[in-house]
């Protein structure tokens, strides 16, 4: 079974991917993680070798220096890359740490193409369950701690808060629509452990349809 987990930045995903591991395994079920910036690691994605030698750090700097449609090209690529991998993933439960939805709205709203938009879309690799992880713009600055990236913010290279803020509220409106429209599921909580409840009690009745289903056709 394949989760994406999306929403925005902020909106602690990562610490949700952890917690999903070591509950995973708690519950027997084999587990594995891949997201977009496992590009850096050679032994995961051979293919993105080239990027030897580049950090994570400096390609969130370029990624707002690029000019559209280059920049949704390389976004696309990273995104649909990603899906790829988690669709050939054969663990029972496979979180794809990240889907288009963020970037697609952030790139709409930066100018991009809507025709080139909806193609990347249309060419990712689907999943079983998309969840979004909801949270305030606020809030998002708040758990940031001052730890924001010009692409965050509307590609302001001085990463100004109150930038970060009105960029945020935007690219979450679009998100929110899309959400709406394909009958996603979404996670508000104040605090990781309520998130991690909610989380776990959407997932428990879809792995076990899914563990019903591999059941039925052995």
């Known amino acids: 079974m394949i989760i994406a987990m999306d929403g925005p930045d902020g909106a602690g995903k990562s610490s949700q991917v952890k917690r999903l591991a070591s509950w995973a395994d708690s519950q027997g ?3 594995r993680v891949v997201g977009k910036w496992q590009v850096f690691e050679e032994a995961q994605v051979p293919q993105a070798r080239f990027l030897r030698g580049s950090s994570l750090d400096e390609l969130r700097v370029c990624i707002a220096e690029m000019p559209n449609p280059a920049r949704m090209l390389y976004l696309g690529w990273l995104n649909t890359l990603a899906a790829e991998r988690a669709r050939a993933a054969e663990e029972d439960l496979v979180v794809l740490d990240g889907y288009w939805v963020k970037h697609a709205a952030t790139e709409l709203l930066a100018g991009c193409h809507k025709g080139l938009v909806d193609a990347i879309v249309d060419a990712t690799a689907s999943v079983d369950m ?6 305030t713009p606020e809030e998002a600055l708040r758990r ?3 730890d924001i990236t010009p692409y965050e913010c509307g590609r302001d290279p001085e990463c100004r808060p109150e930038r970060f803020l009105s960029h945020q509220a935007a690219v ?11 009958g996603w599921d979404v996670i508000r909580a104040n605090t990781a452990d309520a998130a991690h409840h909610q989380l776990r009690k959407l997932l428990v009745p879809r792995l076990e349809e899914a563990a019903a289903i591999r059941a039925a056709a052995l």
């Open 130 to 135: 998309v969840v979004f992880f909801d949270v």
């Open 144 to 146: 940031k701690k001052g």
């Open 172 to 182: 979450r409106d679009i998100m929110l629509e899309w959400v709406e429209d394909r």
């Open 29 to 31: 079920l084999s587990f």
